[in-house]
């Protein structure tokens, strides 16, 4: 049993320790979660009116999504283009061999994938997911502390990345994905959702305004998909006949088991949600949320996948708590009819402003949300990315730093076993990435800021190439 793998968790105040039933108790955990969260939750009828007006916009009437035909060389070119490091499914197919007897296996495989497209038939054998519970932070002991992946079956991978691609285009050749969705789609990524939040921040601030921030936090987010709402959405976006009846069976029926030290649990079913660990997951959550800012016209909404930010500007605080409020009431409406649920306790708000504006004032910018009034905050972690109330990223200067330093003394450390230019590879994709992730974001600091990051590469520059303090910046 590897470290990664829970050996001991509570059930109750019993400390279980056999593997099957750490496996079971797992399972069991990991298919109540929605029954759980729905169930502390009060809901109202869904209202798709903003959805289907916004789709009548784009589509012509009748219009419709439809897959055509897999070919044999679309086919030929996925399962040569499979990683043999991936974890194997429920069904054990081997990628390699698959790969090996490629040309033989062709022909049954194109059939039985054609099959499924023309009957909007999903394989049940295919809907089994393999669970590994993957440990988040706390203690490993709680079974709450760990986050269910999904190991699926290599040929169900072939045929969602295919509907994928296809239903990506036809979102994104119909502009049926709204502007403020930067996840799962082409072009966008944490880094430009979070360059146009700023970027309209810091232009408020520019002009001597206030602005609101709301970082929402969604209760299992992917667990909680209703499948009936996400079908019914799915309809309203042009899926129809073969198409639709393909993904309720994707969705529907679907069972899972948990696997841990070679123990595996009972099979469950999976009554909710998308699964995590599949190519179509991510892709079906953003088409579910994606009516998020039609029912938000009060503020901005920037959501990256499940990350949900409200934000709002204005000359007065109150201005911008009036508004915000108004975000955070829709948001909280739309949570309830959709059956998801908000977190108050890790929902943050912030009020940004410049330093010399924000001393004037005097009264925090308090907002409520599902019945918790939230206390403003002076910073909030947004997409790995530490925000302060005036943009000023030192704090998050002082986090990258002491991330760097940490896997820089990694790479010290493994210096002696390796040449420089594996000593180099190691640094690149180890150390170097803390650096610059989102850098064009917080890229405006201080100087004081950014002498500290320039220290850190000099550092780092004299492990490289074996330099003391002695030697001179221009010589390293």
């Known amino acids: 049993m590897n470290k990664a793998t829970p050996n001991k968790i509570l059930d109750n105040t019993d400390l279980i320790t056999n593997p099957k039933k750490i496996a079971n108790i797992f399972n069991s955990h990991f298919s109540q979660i929605a029954n759980t969260v729905i169930k502390e939750s009060a ?17 012509c009437k009748d219009h419709q999504f439809t897959i055509p035909p897999m070919t044999a060389e679309y086919l030929f070119n996925e399962i040569n283009n499979l990683s043999c490091h991936k974890a194997k499914g429920i069904d054990a197919i081997n990628v390699h061999l698959l790969k090996i007897g490629c040309n033989d296996l ?26 590994t519970p993957i440990f988040k932070k706390g ?27 296809h239903l990506i285009s036809y979102l ?17 990524s944490c880094e430009t959702m979070l360059l146009q939040l700023t970027n309209t921040l810091l232009h408020s601030m520019d002009k001597g305004e ?14 909680l998909i209703n499948h009936e709402l996400l079908l019914q959405k799915l309809a309203i976006y042009g899926l129809k006949d073969e198409t639709l009846q393909w993904f309720r ?27 995590q660990g599949s190519s179509l997951g991510p892709l079906l959550f953003i088409l579910f949320i994606n009516d998020i800012p039609l029912a938000n016209t009060q503020c901005n909404t920037y959501i990256y996948v499940d ?34 649920a908000i977190h108050p306790d890790k929902t943050k708000v912030l009020l940004v402003g410049t330093k010399r504006k924000l001393v004037t004032i005097s009264e925090p910018l308090n907002i409520s949300i599902c019945g918790t009034t939230l206390s403003q905050s002076s910073s909030g972690k947004l997409l790995g990315i530490h925000m302060d109330d005036c943009l000023s990223w030192n704090e998050h200067i002082s986090a990258v730093i002491k991330k760097f330093n940490t896997k820089l003394e990694l790479v010290k450390r493994a210096k002696p076993y390796l040449t420089p230019e594996l000593l180099l590879v190691l640094y690149n994709s180890l150390a170097k990435p803390t650096l610059e992730y989102c850098c064009s974001v917080w890229g405006n600091c201080s100087g004081d800021a950014l002498s500290q990051l320039t220290s850190a590469q000099k550092r780092a520059a004299r492990i490289l190439v074996n330099a003391d303090y002695t030697t001179h910046r221009y010589l390293i």
Not at 140 to 161: F, T
Not at 210 to 217: A, C, F, K, R, W
Not at 314 to 324: A, D, M, S, Y
């Open 43 to 59: 809901h109202h009828q869904p209202n798709f009116d903003a959805l289907r007006n916004f789709v009548d916009t784009r589509l």
């Open 106 to 131: 062709l022909p049954s495989l194109l059939y039985l994938y054609n099959s499924s497209i023309t009957s909007g038939i999903f394989p049940d054998q295919w809907k089994i997911s393999k669970i």
């Open 139 to 165: 203690s490993r002991q709680d079974k709450d502390n760990y986050r269910p992946i999904s190991v699926l079956s290599v040929l169900s991978k072939i045929v969602e990345r295919y509907y994928g691609l």
């Open 172 to 188: 994104n050749e119909n502009n049926l994905l709204t502007s403020s969705q930067f996840g799962s789609r082409p072009l966008h």
């Open 210 to 223: 206030l602005s609101g921030i709301l970082l929402v936090d969604f209760r299992k987010a992917f667990d």
């Open 249 to 275: 069976s994707y969705l529907t029926e679907r069972k899972q088991l948990v696997s841990i030290a070679h123990s595996t649990s009972d099979l469950l079913p999976v009554r909710s949600g998308v699964p």
């Open 307 to 340: 990350e949900t930010t409200l934000a709002n500007s204005g000359p007065t605080i109150n201005t911008v708590r009036t508004h915000l409020q108004s975000g955070a009431d829709n948001l909280a409406t739309w949570a309830s009819e959709n059956r998801m």
